[in-house]
């Protein structure tokens, strides 16, 4: 199965990013290339490209998508909370521009195989790095009901949480809850009927299992201060969400970088020595045109911020 290519908020990442000719630039998250490949394209003979991916067949098809691209373009494969000290490792000083788009890749969601999605009966899965050896089949068979609990409630924003924590631990003492299409039943029995009219009843739970699995919270507070520190005067940091947690981490990293005195607001003049790292370039969110709603249903709840470093 293939990629889809359909890069969200592409001309707004674009001129965001600013691309100079002999810049450097780091994609986080390249996935099917479908940012990188335009961001290459910009860059002259002494420009790079340096593309990060946890999983392996993203990679794959990143590398054929880039093949042309090959002389300025480096595929690495790690987590993109390490592509800062991998950077330096490699001899690399800063970056012009770093891009993470933080959404699912289509291919993630597409391919029942993976287990991301509820649409399709498979094995509960949803590891972004198939070699991690957390799944979601450990989450849900192994966790306690409170954890199953805070979990959903937490990540997936899900009012019946309790609920659903409560039906998974009574039906896996029957039997193991093995496929997404078990999980979704015990989802769905956990709703009021007339509360399921919100799109699928398992969305929530499943991005809440998803987040967990990955780490994807944690990884993301703990990727933003150094990539900000790592961006050259100048640089851009942007940064692509797709639910109201990732977007809350962003902006208020994003301020605590462009505002960080703590001195109480009476004080005279700063004296806590906490300096300004850079500015918020996009003080309103971006988001999708209509057009590209139209065009891209996945990119309808993409948010776009942007931070330039000083």
């Known amino acids: 199965m293939e990629f889809k290519h359909t890069p969200v908020l592409l001309n707004e990442v674009l001129e965001g990013l600013d691309i100079k000719d002999e810049g450097v630039y780091v994609d986080g998250t390249v996935g099917g290339a479908g940012h990188s490949s335009e961001i290459a394209g910009r ?4 420009g790079r490209l ?4 946890q999983d392996e067949e993203a990679l794959r098809t990143a590398s054929e ?19 800062v000290n991998r950077l330096k490792e490699n001899g690399v000083d800063g970056a012009d521009g770093i891009l993470l788009d933080l959404g699912v890749s289509s291919y993630q ?40 609990f805070h979990i959903i409630r937490d990540y997936g924003e899900e009012k019946y949480a309790s ?46 299992i998803r987040i967990a699995c990955n780490r994807e919270l944690e990884v ?3 990727s933003i201060e150094p990539m900000i520190d790592f961006l050259k005067p100048g640089g851009r940091l942007c940064i692509i969400s797709f639910h109201s947690l990732e ?3 962003v902006k208020d990293a994003f301020r ?40 891209n249903l996945r990119s309808k709840p993409a948010k776009l911020r942007i931070f330039e470093r000083i």
């Open 43 to 46: 860059l002259g003979a002494k």
């Open 50 to 53: 340096y593309c990060f991916d």
């Open 65 to 83: 998508r880039l093949a042309k691209y090959r002389e300025k373009v480096v595929l690495i494969r790690d987590n993109f909370e390490n592509a």
């Open 109 to 148: 969601l597409d391919n029942p195989e993976r287990g991301f999605s509820y649409r399709y009966d498979a094995p509960l899965d949803m590891r972004m790095d198939k070699e991690s050896t957390l799944s979601a089949y450990e989450i849900v068979n192994g966790y306690s009901r409170e954890e199953l």
């Open 163 to 208: 609920n659903i924590a409560n039906r998974i631990v009574k039906a896996r003492e029957e039997k193991t809850v093995r496929t997404t299409f078990e999980l979704n039943e015990l989802i769905k029995s956990s709703i009021p009927a007339r509360m399921r009219v919100d799109g699928h009843p398992s969305k929530r739970t499943f991005q809440a």
């Open 220 to 222: 993301l507070k703990a």
């Open 247 to 249: 977007d809350r981490i």
């Open 256 to 295: 605590a970088a462009e505002r960080p005195c703590i001195c109480p607001p009476d004080f005279p003049q700063c004296v806590c020595g906490r300096v300004s790292k850079g500015k918020v370039i996009s003080r309103k969110v971006i988001t999708a045109t209509e057009k590209e709603i139209e065009e």
